[in-house]
């Protein structure tokens, strides 16, 4: 099969690995990619649904795989399936109408309350009701989860630790724009106090494959504090993750989601990211993705031993319940690597060294590009570091142990990763 994967980052560098593996991938395409990535496909940069519609039909392309979210978000798939000469091309990743799952927390939400799947309550306030925002708060105990409805590349949600600064938060977040457009309308809802989780499904619309569990580290300093950023790290399988909370949140969560698309009549093919709260045993839905996680893949796909394109494959026709999945054992641990600064400034252009020395380890290329011949960061998470091995501990020594000999300018990451699940 001929495949153009979309994106530059870890999570599209994890999916580009298990793609280039599969014996269905005959040419494999990459837009833009990274120079991490070229060791999998070609690297090409396709600006717009029209250049990449127009390139997918000179190179005759049997399947789109979408890693980011706002592609979906913007209705590539729709794009797509109405367009002469790429109705036939299959595409992994929902329509525009499936990705309000995550493209606006409030559309979720709501979904979630007619479907019976357990969520925090909530209510949603734009800039005409902050005063009766200001009130909701008032009305739940600390401390205060506030979130931008639309999409904040993973950073639009607040904590707020006392009630004046979440009434202050509410403030910036509806008056003065502090995530753009995202955040025109603000989600607030009640604390859940529990440990986090990630599950994932690849679904046809009908049937759906479980794949492995995760847990991912969002704030920038150790011991979970500083702000949040789009991920410092990934754990692979998680512990408290027992046979009896996945089975709850198969019949509690994810077949209620399944089915609640169905009833709506939304077509979904893809990937749904649940991101999950374990409350003394008993899972409720932070918030749905319509992609994979980052860097939960990097972790999640290293683990995976079958055939991810043949699973693709079968989308179209749903018959993914004809597909059998196979999970290495092992624990899978990535750390990431990343700019000084990050998630706030931080400084490009630092050359990066070493990316070859490393031993028995997958080295993710999420923020780089050439320059000069030189691989040099490009972004705040720049290089993800993954190792496999018996047990978390042997993992997490491995991870460690490669991360030093990678090095740039102002490197920086959390030493505390999966620290909590030994």
Known sequence: MNILLLGSGGRESALARVIAKSSLTENFFISPGNPGMEQYGKCIELKGFENMGNFCMQNRIDMLVVGPEQPLVDGISDFFAGTKGLKNIVVIGPNKTAAQLEGSKDFSKQFMQRHDIPTARYQTFNAKTVEQGKKFLQTLNPPYVLKADGLAAGKGVVI????????????????????GQASSQVVIEEYLNGIECSVFVLTDGKNYVLLPEAKDYKRAGEGDTGLNTGGMGSISPVKFCTEEFLNKVKTR???????????????????????????????????????????????????????????????????????QIKISPQTAATVMLCSGGYPQEYEKGKVINGLDSTEDAIVYHAGTKN???????????????????????AALDKCYRNIGKISFDNKYFRKDIGKDLL
């Open 160 to 179: 707020a630790q006392n009630l004046d600064q979440a009434k202050k938060e509410l403030e910036e977040m509806l008056l003065d724009a502090k995530f």
């Open 253 to 323: 969560i994810i077949d209620r989601t399944i089915q609640g698309l169905q009833k709506e009549n939304i077509h979904y093919q893809g990937f749904i990211f649940f991101g999950l709260m374990n409350v003394e045993g008993n899972p409720y839905v932070i918030e749905y993705n319509v992609r994979m996680g980052d860097p939960e893949s990097e972790s999640v796909f290293a683990r995976f031993d079958s055939d991810i394109v043949k699973a693709f494959s079968l989308i179209k026709e749903q018959r993914l319940n004809e597909y």
């Open 371 to 393: 320059e000069n011949g030189k691989t040099v960061t490009a972004g705040g998470r720049v290089i993800a570091v993954t190792c496999l091995s018996d047990g978390l501990q």
